[in-house]
């Protein structure tokens, strides 16, 4: 399974300007999330500890393992291995809560292992992204050659996740009344832009994603169904009721693509492989996770 050569080096059109919209679009993403959040939702995490922990363990330590199992499998470029092992070191996607609700799955265990992940991020996504990516020799090349500032990243990440996830908690428990509009107004919103963002990207790289279409497609869905497959094995051998494997498969399934679009067009230079991988499995991950979710609704 490869691609032709020019892939590793390709960059894809992108300005500042729609970094910045892609950040704020994140940014009030993770902030109405957090509305939805309190203080005590975390109580959840003490009083149910199997599946929160196994959920944590499925998507911070099985999926990049097995991320680095399947680029060993097919070698892909350089770039397209960096972005997969970007993706899975990402936490768990906005959407997961919706669709475990959709699903029929523990949507308070979904909550917490969201939120979690999300503040755990500021310091795992930096750490587990270079560990994994050291790793896999072409890969640890390619970021001696970039030259990754590790602190730089952090800061990144806890002014997209930590800060908005701080005020939204912080605004649910002051002001409940404004929490309870403005999270009915803004999730949608929200959404509404980061989908803007994503068709105007690819219509300024239109050509570009045409011209690698099929390999990246074949790679993401080989990615997506271990994430998937990670989840929902986790739950079942740790032998945990079907509305947490539902949880557990959906939040391993569901990344933050949006994050590693910021990283990789802050710090790579929107590197080819990298960039169109995360963005196509912004895309890939809603209709498989739609997919399950609406299967599960209807038949269990």
């Known amino acids: 399974m490869s691609s032709p050569e020019p892939l590793d080096s390709i960059r894809l059109n992108f300005s500042q300007g729609d970094l910045l919209l892609l950040n704020l679009a994140l940014a009030l993403i993770m902030y ?15 009083n149910n500890p199997r599946g929160f922990f196994l959920g944590v363990f499925s998507q911070i330590l099985i999926l990049p393992f097995l991320t680095w199992v399947l680029i060993q499998l097919i070698a892909p470029p350089e770039s397209v291995a960096l972005g997969m092992m970007l993706v899975a070191a990402c936490p768990g996607g906005n959407v997961s809560n919706f669709l475990t609700n959709l699903a029929k799955g523990n949507t308070a265990l979904s909550v917490s292992l969201t939120a979690f992940t999300s503040v755990a991020a500021v310091i795992l996504t930096p750490l587990n992204f270079t560990l994994w990516a050291g790793f896999y020799p072409p890969t640890a090349a390619l970021l001696r050659v ?105 939040e391993t399934g569901i990344q933050n693509s949006g994050l590693a679009l910021v990283l990789i067009f802050t710090y790579f230079d929107g590197l080819g492989g990298m960039a169109i991988i995360a963005a196509w ?20």
């Open 281 to 300: 499995w912004g895309i890939w991950h809603l209709i498989s996770g739609m997919t399950i979710a609406s299967v599960w609704n209807k038949f269990t």
């Open 146 to 250: 970039i030259e990754l500032d590790t602190g730089d990243v952090f800061f990144t990440v806890i002014l997209i996740l930590g800060a908005p996830l701080v005020l939204g908690i912080l605004t649910r428990q002051k002001f409940p009344a404004f929490a309870d509009k403005a999270t009915k107004i803004l999730k949608p919103l929200s959404m509404l832009i980061f989908a803007a963002f994503v068709v105007i990207a690819f219509a300024g790289n239109f050509d570009l994603f045409l011209r690698y279409i099929g390999v990246i497609f074949l790679w993401v869905l080989a990615h997506n169904f271990v994430a998937l497959s990670a989840g929902f094995f986790t739950g079942k051998l740790g032998k945990l009721p079907p509305t947490d494997i539902k949880t557990l498969t959906i």
């Open 32 to 46: 109405g999330v957090a509305l939805d959040l309190r203080w005590a939702d975390f109580r959840y995490l003490v």
